[in-house]
């Protein structure tokens, strides 16, 4: 990535936060709802918070920090890249054991937005 920050980025940073607002509030006021609303077992609404606050934390800095510079950004996508790998880690592992179908969604999901941060990291060396 070039000193100057894709526009295309920014875009993806906005999606970003869209998408993590839509599930990290549900998750954090109304775990229990939300999680029978996706057809997941409610074992216990802690982690099920705990996965709305980190949407949501990750969601707002992607908000907060838009109109920054790339160093930024740079920093941002490791911490994105690493979430999401791990994620898409622990929705697969939940899939070998038989999560519900809809859990695929989720995966596709998160390894559509790791692709993004991947390729922005790694590959996208002009603005």
């Not at 999680?35 to 982690?47: Q, R």
């Not at 898409?88 to 969604?105: C, D, H, N, R, T």
């Not at 998160?110 to 996208?124: H, K, P």
Request: hydrophobic share 60%; net charge positive; charged share 10%.
């Amino acid at each position: 990535m070039s000193d100057r920050v894709p526009a295309s980025l920014r875009t993806w940073f906005l999606i970003h936060f869209i998408a993590e607002m839509l599930f990290g509030v549900p998750l954090l006021l109304l775990p229990v709802a939300t999680l029978a609303f996706f057809g997941l077992p409610v074992t216990d609404v802690l982690f099920a918070r705990l996965v709305g606050a980190a949407l949501l934390g990750i969601g707002g800095a992607s908000l907060s920090m838009r109109q920054t510079g790339s160093e930024t950004y740079r920093a941002m996508l490791d911490l994105k890249i690493i979430w999401s790998l791990a994620a898409i880690f622990a929705i697969s592992l939940s899939l070998i054991v038989g999560a519900p179908k809809i859990v695929w969604g989720f995966l596709l999901i998160f390894v559509t937005f790791s692709a993004s941060w991947i390729y922005y990291r790694f590959f996208r060396r002009s603005s």
